[in-house]
């Protein structure tokens, strides 16, 4: 009863009752109370309602309000600790500056509250969530701890009063507990149950975990008794089991027990099965695993070990699978789990509901505080196994694994703490264990070399496991902890974990085989390659790049001599488990041997760094030939998958070679194995060696003298690529340094050489290319000092570019010159390019820069590097290059080539002469052991005597005996001998040959010797082989016989048989070289004694082939005398060779050269002649992108020729007229634009607000203006009349422009058709009439049909006439009374009409109705002639905003106002002026008789001072007949230009105080009676002073404010300044309309001659002729009295003012004035608007949007892609691109920095204005770099707003479906 009274009463007061209570010494009632009390509010059966949740906050605050209890609580907060926890998505900071740690993160906050200025630091959208480090000095350096954290706050904090926290220690175990059996009773295995219901359990609890992550915020203090509570055992304890009495508490119990057993690595299930075989605990896998691993287990076994798990260990073996969990060294990590305390549990259940964000948040926030963090790691240490059996069942394996590293990150980067859980909980083994443990669940039988017998077990790519990367949290974790030196040392010195690491790594050891495809192409390509170069780089790789980081010094030499031993061990047990032998499986390959890798890395390392012999780490001969059999393999399969061998296995194929190569993979994969095989060949037999190059590559058949061969492996279009491949990889080996000696920085120079010379790059891709040791913490991070040292070492910076053509080029780092000079290594631009076409780009460049510096001109052949000499262990390697084998090969090449054989290549000698010059370079001391003369041994002696290259050049070689098809060449010529009876005296023993087969030929064994020995690279290799093995005494392989090369065999039915031939050769390799010199240069006797004299080898850097023999030849020549004297010799003899052949090659290489020549010289022809052409069209075909060009192209002004103008059709070609049957039309774009609404009066643009404080006021704009006028207009006076009085289409008018290309309406009509049953289309959408230009390729949408007749008003209709003004004026009204003639029905008249609901079409109906009653033919006319002043104003525009740059520009390329004009003008002759509201007679005459009635109507006419003056202009010239005489137009000009000028005076009156006004209407009255003062401004000002004076509102109403305005006095210049600003607007317009409609020239002229320019080109100039500057009054011309003229138009205004709408008043005060449209001004840093944009919530939906974007023309903040803020289906950014841009929006994307275009329904992608530090954008801030604004680039974006080409300049454009 109890507990209900105290429910019903007020929480408050209970509370406090019972913390008072509770203060007391004898407080066990109390204490029930407060027990009773929470069993009833935390009942679990009531499920969570909120009502609970209030006590137990009321409960915890004892009395206080909640809020105040959370105050007082923080002030005794002692943190030192950020500790923020963050989730994905979350932006925070990396400084690596400041970092010990590579994970290391800060909040935003900490971030900018520290000093990071100049340091390496960047910004980053978090993966998996994480927790800003600042304040911990594990991870981070103290510099760098931001303002709050810096402080070691805890000292200064009092200490917390006991009863604060009271409440809490007794309420919160039993919060705790009610969760944990929420959490036991809700949980159901995945397996029976849907997700849903496990999320259902998590979201009723949602609220609780939420309190918690509520307390853990209020600071230290609180977390202090939360880590009590959480750790205490006895608590849990008591509360765990639960009470007798509460049966739901016993349920709960029960499920979480029987949770609990499937909880260890091996469930009972699993065990009982393996029963049978596990009763003996020691069956041999077991027991010799456990023996082998020792006592290290016997310790931690005791208190963990159960009975029934005793057996357990063999358990797994009986699965289908492999037997590999038996060695585990501690079976505790197997064992199911036990509890402790409520953390655990907690863990635990966290684990089992796989990581709910709220309790990942939780646990992480606890973190700051110490005895938690120890706690917490070794608790999750102890769940780590059961961690990853939970991810690997896990159907959301992705955000699990996240949520996992996102905890375990924070564990293990404090090396502190990690090897505190190393050494007490055995971390490392449970790490390698439970990676074991995953990776067999995915084994299968590996399929290499001997697939029936193979024992050896790989993983299998295909599972799951590998696809989706499931293991990368514990490979991550691995790595982490491998980073610290106190772990790693401990890994390294604990054998038996080294062993188990090896057998690891052995499971990737040839995982994913690829077998080729010889007949059929394969069905289905398999991706499983990602997987596996994945499963390489992450799970193998990188653990030894964090091994070897602490493998740097002498002290650490016995973990490489061991490493180095276990694996060449288990190398050894995977040679005997694939059944290897001494040749590998044809036509397989393997990308991944991770264990010839980390033997090749830690044996580079150990004699690298640590000062080791290398011979003490090699193992015997036999085994180093095996180990270099499989990378041998792989290089040998880059050139078949080059040479399209494999082409029937897919493009996947392709992508493994490339991906081997690729920069992040290459240090990790083709470099070491490079590397191996470097250090085998410098210990192997060098002739063993090369033949098994040659045999691997498969090119022995070719390597014949024989001018025919068969190749029972190649055909014939594949010998060549594999020859050059094997040739190139032989001079890779042998020049390439990176292991062999090359100190880091050297290293890293030549990567970024090399990188450079393929292409410009930019910094951040240059970053990315060079290869770095994956592991972090490795000593050359990119980003640090030596990388930018080094860049600038070698580079140049070009800035970025920006053509106006819209590509936009970004910073990019060039090659020096002398780089290219010294430096250019194509060797090494071969070995990086993941691309053929790289080399070839690099060689272009090469060539180019050659060209450009004078040094050659031709071709050039890649250049010869010196290299960095040798480290001294690795000085056999130069033996490769003096062995009889290689001397063999090079003499047939060179032989061969300049025989011409087929399948030889320059390549090929190119790089047959880089080998010579390698060994010119790398002499080799003479061993004497070789010359033992053994020739049954030793039968290719006889080719050379010894082995060095420099003695064996002039060797010379007389006859040698080929093998060759009977139908060979050389048998007929035999033949032909013998017919003649001429046998050769075949005496000499120097002959050999490369034959077919290893057979000796049989008889008398001296006349063979006589005739010549057959010599054949197989069977030498074998000798070879066999020889070693010999040597090395191994028992079992002597057994093991070679297979004999019976597979060479030829089969039936094959090609003629072979014959022995002998070949008459008589040369050396330096007389071929001597010949090819002379074949190259097409001159007989290219080489003379004179130029041996003068040689010098340092000459022919740079050059081709010619060059290139040069230089090898001055190099035998200086370094030895002997090849001097034989070199004389052979120049000496310059007679033409004779090789043996029927025709003289020679001729034929000369016809040759000749014939390439010529086709050389007619290419050349070719290019120039169309690059002329090219050159005519660009200049013809208008081009958008060059603004400055000086054609101007306007058409129908072009020539005023008396003729027709004739048009050209870009579709049919044909030429002719314009007709009204078959009209010709201009291909136009349509455009609604609102640029000109978006200008406004001041200059200064205006800002982008990046705080709360600023604005932008759209009121001030020009759009703003004009409506406001309008509407204030329409409420006072007649609509019709005030539709006449100004233009609209400042927001939405239409814009018209024209690339200048003209076609046949009917053509474009076809065009159409064949667009719309075109399937594929791109970016336009045919259906609304868009197309692109067929010659210019520009976009369009419409076709303006040129009207026929001339172009322009010519002849007569120019000449100036000496009619008087009032006859003109009198002429011009009765040309306005004519009545509209209604054309007839012509195709013209059609298309005109078409034209015209196009521009209707065009924009928005809300643009085009402003009229009382829309649709009105008032209404249409009021946006008809707003179409001629938006395209005339947007034209002044692009002119700069004047006319004083003169004629050419671009914009009038672009513009066709004449047809334009001509269109409009037909559809507006039929609306007729009433005659009566003609505004004409009120401009000319002054009437006095409609006074009366004026006044009458309810709603007036607008009186002529409020009217626009350039609207009326185009409303006269539109409504009279065309063609206009340019008198006429003219006279329409002064007297508009009067109106204008008194309309200028009337509202300066308005501006000036009222004593300045009394004085000049003084002035203005003395003045009134001289001649001429109708043209002086002083008369007139005071005239219209006088007028306005009468009505009295006019300057009441505003003089109080234009009176603080304008207190300096007006001089007489400055109202002359303002009359003539005033009306230069309508100058512009109206000298631009005579431009366009009368072809006269605009010349240009300074800005302040702007004004009388102007005057002159309109013909104002009057009669008055005078020398002086006249003031702008002095070109007025009145038709009648000037001053009643004046009063007339005055008394309009008073008779308004009489009545109560004295506002209209403001309508005198108009400014025509506004400066050039601005996009907003932005900030400087991109920074500035990310952090105030990116977490700022939309106005309309209040959310936080996913993808911020901001309007850069007004400034609004939008969702893009968001569906909350949709209307009718909408997105935000496409409706606000309507709104402002009429359909145009620029928006900057605030999370990608880039910029959107949105025009009509199609959008592209910009680009960014942001650029970094090194002029490169960072599209999606994945780089996070600081980025500043680039002024160029903002302009040009600018530049193609107010020109409207973003449509031209921009290719990629799509769809957008109203989705943005």
């Not at 050494?423 to 070399?449: A, R």
């Not at 309406?1305 to 970016?1323: A, F, P, T, W």
């Not at 309810?1498 to 539109?1518: A, G, Y």
């Amino acid at each position: 009863m109890m507990a209900a009274s105290q429910l019903r009463r007020d929480k408050k007061s209970t509370a406090a009752h019972l913390k008072a209570d509770l203060k007391r010494t004898d407080n066990s009632s109390a204490l029930r109370q407060l027990q009773e009390l929470l069993d009833s509010v935390l009942n679990p059966e009531r499920g969570s309602d909120p009502e609970s949740l209030e006590w137990c906050k009321w409960l915890l605050a004892g009395g206080d309000g909640f809020e105040d209890f959370c105050r007082t609580v923080r002030s005794y907060d002692n943190a030192t600790l950020c500790g923020l926890v963050w989730t994905a998505n979350f932006v925070a900071y990396r400084c690596r500056t400041c970092g010990i740690s590579p994970c290391m993160s800060l909040c935003a906050e900490c971030f900018n509250n520290g000093d990071h200025t100049g340091h390496d630091f960047n910004m980053f959208r978090s993966q998996a969530g994480g927790a800003c480090d600042c304040g911990d000095g594990n991870v981070m350096r103290e510099s760098g701890f931001c303002r709050r954290h810096r402080l070691k706050t805890g000292e200064n904090v009092p200490s917390v009063p006991r009863d604060l926290l009271l409440m809490s220690e007794m309420v919160l175990p039993r919060f705790i507990i009610t969760i944990i059996q929420y959490l036991r009773d809700g949980y159901t295995e995945p397996e029976s149950a849907a997700d849903r219901d496990l999320q259902k359990v998590l979201q009723q609890l949602e609220s609780h975990i939420s309190l918690l992550e509520e307390l853990t915020k209020m600071g230290g203090a609180m977390r202090t008794v939360l880590t009590k509570i959480l750790t205490n055992q006895q608590t849990f304890k008591e509360l765990s089991m639960g009470q007798e009495e509460n049966v739901y508490a016993k349920r709960s119990y029960e499920k979480y027990l029987s949770a609990l057993k499937s909880s260890g690595l091996v469930s009972v299930e699993e065990k009982g099965a393996g029963g049978a075989g596990a009763g003996a605990a020691d069956t041999a896998a077991g027991a010799g695993a456990l023996s082998l691993l020792g006592a290290t287990a016997a310790a931690s076994l005791e208190d963990s070990i159960k009975e029934e798990d005793q057996d357990g260990l063999q358990g797994v073996g009986q699965r289908k699978r492999v037997k590999l969990s038996s060695t585990t060294k501690d079976p505790s990590i197997m064992d199911t789990l036990k509890h402790k305390c409520f953390l655990e549990e907690l863990l635990f259940w966290t684990i089992k509901y796989e990581f709910p964000q709220k309790m990942v948040t939780f646990l992480l926030n606890m973190l700051p505080d110490q005895d938690y963090k120890i706690t917490f790691t070794k608790t999750f240490v102890q769940h780590y196994a059961f961690i990853m059996k939970t991810l690997m069942k896990s159907h959301e394996s992705d955000t699990m694994s996240n949520r996992i590293v996102h905890i375990s990150v924070q564990l293990f980067s404090n090396e502190e703490l990690a090897r505190h859980v190393t050494e007490e909980c055995q971390l490392l083994d449970i790490m390698v264990t439970v990676l074991l443990y995953m990776m067999e669940s995915c084994l299968i039988k590996s399929e290499l070399q001997d697939e029936e017998n193979n024992r050896h077990v790989v993983v299998n790519c295909g599972e799951a496991l590998l696809k989706n990367n499931t293991y990368w949290p514990l490979v991550s974790d691995f790595i982490n902890i491998l980073s610290h030196q106190s772990v790693a040392k401990r890994f390294l010195e604990d054998h038996s974990l080294l062993l188990l690491w090896m057998s690891f790594v052995s499971f990737f050891q040839g995982m994913n085989l690829n077998k080729r495809e010889l007949n059929e192409h394969v069905e289905f390509e398999s991706q499983t390659y990602y997987a596996a170069f994945a499963a390489e780089l992450e799970a193998c790789a990188q653990p030894m790049w964090g091994l070897l980081t602490h493998c740097k010094v002498k002290d650490t030499q016995e973990y490489t001599k061991t490493l180095v031993r276990y694996c060449l061990e288990t190398l050894q047990m995977w040679f005997d488990a694939i059944g290897f032998v001494d040749e590998p499986a044809p036509n397989q390959l393997t990308f991944h041997l991770p264990l010839h890798r980390y033997y090749a890395m830690f044996l580079s390392k150990g004699v690298k760094c640590q000062g080791l012999d290398l011979d003490s780490l090699l193992p015997d001969q036999e085994m180093l030939m095996k180990i270099m059999v499989h990378p041998l393999q792989i290089q040998a399969s880059l050139s078949e998958i080059h040479s399209n061998m494999w082409v029937r296995n897919g493009l996947q194929i392709k992508g493994q070679a490339m991906t081997y190569v690729q920069s992040h993979f290459c240090n990790s994969m083709i470099d070491p194995d490079i590397y191996l095989l470097q250090v085998c060949a410098s210990r192997l037999d060098p002739d063993y060696f090369i033949s098994s190059v040659f045999e691997r590559f498969k090119v022995v058949d070719l390597l014949t003298m024989a001018s025919q061969h068969q190749n029972a492996v190649l055909d014939s279009e594949q010998e060549r690529p594999m020859l050059e491949g094997a040739l190139t990889f032989l001079v890779i080996l042998c020049s390439l340094r990176i292991h062999l000696g090359m100190s880091d920085d050297e290293i890293l120079r030549a990567e970024m050489v090399s990188q450079l010379c393929m292409n410009d790059r930019t910094h951040s891709s240059l970053l990315d290319l060079i290869p770095e040791n994956p592991n972090p913490k490795s000593g050359v991070v990119p980003g640090s000092c030596s990388f930018e040292e080094m860049l600038s070492a070698v580079a140049d910076f070009k800035a970025p570019v920006f053509e106006p053509g819209g590509s936009m080029q970004q910073g990019m780092y060039t090659p020096k010159a002398e780089v290219w000079e010294k430096e250019f290594d194509p060797i090494m631009v071969i070995l990086r390019t993941v691309y053929r076409r790289d080399v070839q780009s690099a060689m272009d460049r090469y060539g180019a820069f050659l060209k450009q510096s004078g040094v050659h001109t031709g071709n050039p052949w890649p250049p010869y590097k010196e290299r960095t000499p040798l480290h001294p262990c690795y000085r056999g390697l130069a033996r490769l290059l003096h062995c009889k084998t290689l001397h063999i090969v090079i003499f047939t090449l060179l032989y061969k080539i300049w025989m011409d054989h087929q399948n030889m290549s320059e390549h090929v000698l190119c790089m047959v002469l880089y080998l010579i010059e390698l060994g010119m370079d790398n002499q080799v001391q003479e061993d004497k052991l070789e010359e033992e003369p053994c020739i049954e041994e030793h039968c290719h002696d006889s080719w050379f005597p010894g082995t060095s290259l420099l003695s064996n050049l002039h060797h010379v070689i007389n006859f040698v005996r080929v093998r060759v098809p009977e139908t060979a060449p050389e048998v007929e010529r035999k033949r032909e001998r013998e017919r003649d009876r001429e046998t050769p005296a075949s005496t000499s023993a120097d002959s050999s040959s490369f034959g077919q087969s290893s057979r000796r030929l049989t008889g008398n064994w001296r006349e063979n010797l006589r005739e010549a020995q057959v010599f054949s690279l197989v069977a030498e290799r074998r000798r070879k082989f066999q020889e070693i093995i010999n040597r090395s005494n191994h028992e079992a392989s002597q057994a093991v016989r070679p297979k004999s090369s019976s597979s060479r065999c030829l089969p039936p039915g094959s090609p003629p048989q072979l014959v022995t031939e002998i070949l008459e050769i008589r040369e050396s390799m330096l007389s071929l070289l001597v010949k090819l010199h002379q074949k190259l240069s097409a001159k007989q006797n290219s080489l003379s004694l004179s130029w041996l004299a003068e040689v010098d080898p340092g000459r022919h850097e740079h050059g081709d082939g010619i060059t290139a023999i040069e230089r090898i030849l001055a190099k035998a020549a200086s370094r030895s005398r002997h090849s001097k004297r034989c070199l004389q010799e052979i120049c000496g003899k310059v007679c033409p060779p004779i090789p043996p052949k029927m025709t003289s090659p020679g001729d034929k290489s000369m016809n040759k050269e000749e014939r390439r020549q010529r086709a050389r010289e007619r290419q050349q022809k070719l290019l120039a002649e169309f690059a002329s052409r090219q050159k005519s069209f660009m200049e013809t075909a208008m081009d958008v992108e060059s603004p400055e060009a000086d054609a101007v192209m306007d058409v129908g002004s072009a020539e005023p020729l008396d003729s027709e103008i004739l048009y050209d059709c870009v579709i049919c070609g044909q030429s002719g007229p314009s007709t009204e049957d078959r009209p010709t039309g201009l291909v136009v774009l349509l455009q609604a634009s609102s640029v000109l609404g978006h200008r406004c009066r001041s200059d200064t643009p205006k800002r982008l607000p990046t705080t709360d404080e600023e604005h932008i006021y759209p009121e001030d704009t020009c759009g703003a203006t004009h409506d406001v006028r309008l509407t204030l207009m329409q409420r006072y006076f007649k609509d019709s009349s005030c539709l006449q009085s100004v233009s609209i289409g400042w927001d939405g008018g239409v814009y018209v422009q024209t690339c200048g290309h003209t076609l046949h309406i009917d053509c474009h009509k076809s065009y159409m058709e064949s667009l719309r049953n075109d399937q594929v289309l791109q970016g336009f959408s045919v259906d609304k009439g868009e197309f692109t230009c067929p010659l210019c390729r520009q976009f369009a949408n419409s076709v303006l049909p040129c009207r026929p007749g001339r172009g322009t008003e010519t002849g007569a209709w120019h000449t100036a006439s000496n009619k008087s003004m009032s006859t003109l004026v009198k002429e011009v009204e009765d040309l306005q009374e004519q009545l509209g003639i209604f054309p007839a029905e012509t195709n013209l008249s059609k298309e005109m009409e078409s034209v015209i609901k196009d521009i209707k079409n065009t924009t928005q109906k809300k643009y085009m109705d402003y009229g009382k009653n829309p649709g009105s033919p008032d209404n249409d006319f009021l946006f008809m002639y707003s179409v001629a002043r938006t395209n005339l104003e947007l034209e002044l525009v692009h002119r700069g905003g004047n006319l004083c740059s003169g004629g050419a520009s671009a914009a009038a390329k672009r513009s066709c106002l004449n047809q334009l004009f001509h269109v409009l003008a037909m559809h507006m002759r039929l609306y007729s002026i009433d005659s009566a509201y003609n505004p004409w007679t009120r401009l000319t005459q002054s009437t006095h008789s409609r006074e009366t009635e004026y006044c009458d109507e309810e709603h007036p006419e607008v009186p002529m001072l409020f009217r626009d003056v350039p609207s009326l202009l185009i409303i006269f010239i539109l409504t009279m007949p065309q063609p206009l005489r340019k008198e006429h137009f003219t006279c329409v000009v002064k007297v508009l230009y009067s109106l204008q000028y008194t309309q200028a005076l009337a509202a300066l009156s308005i501006r000036i105080s009222r004593e300045e006004r009394q004085a000049w209407c003084n002035i203005g009255a003395a003045k009134k009676n001289m001649p001429n003062s109708d043209k002086s401004w002083e008369s007139l000002l005071g005239h219209v002073i006088s007028e306005l004076t009468k009505a009295k509102n006019v300057y009441d109403t505003s003089s109080e404010e234009t009176s603080v305005l304008n207190s300096s006095v007006w001089s007489p210049q400055s109202v002359e300044f303002t009359l003539q600003q005033f009306c230069l607007p309508f100058l512009r317009l109206s000298c631009l309309l005579q431009h366009h409609l009368y072809g006269d020239s605009l010349p240009g002229c300074p800005m302040e001659e702007e004004f009388s320019l102007l005057i002159g080109c309109l013909g104002l100039v009057g009669s008055v002729k005078s020398s002086v500057p006249m003031s702008s009054a002095a070109y007025l011309e009145w038709n009648s009295n000037a001053y009643d003229l004046i009063a007339q138009w005055c008394s309009e205004v008073i008779a308004l003012l009489d009545t109560p709408t004295q506002q209209s008043a403001s309508l005198l005060v108009q400014d025509p004035q506004w400066t050039a449209p601005r996009l907003l001004q932005l900030p400087d840093n991109y920074n500035t608007i990310f952090q105030y944009y990116h977490r700022k919530s939309c106005s309309s939906c209040g959310k936080t949007p996913k993808d911020p974007a901001l309007c850069l023309v007004c400034g609004a903040f939008v969702c893009l892609k968001g569906h909350c803020c949709k209307q009718q289906g909408v997105c935000e950014c496409v409706l606000h691109s309507q709104h402002c841009g009429a359909a145009t929006g620029i928006f900057l994307l605030i999370n990608a920095s880039v910029i959107i275009i949105i025009r009509g329904h199609r959008f592209c992608l910009w680009g960014s204005v942001y650029l970094d530090a090194h002029g490169e954008e960072d599209r999606d801030l994945r780089r996070g770099k600081p980025l500043y604004l680039c002024e160029e680039r903002y302009r040009v974006l600018e530049q193609q707003w107010v020109s409207h080409t973003f449509d031209h300049i921009n290719k990629r454009w799509g769809p957008h479906y109203n989705g943005l």
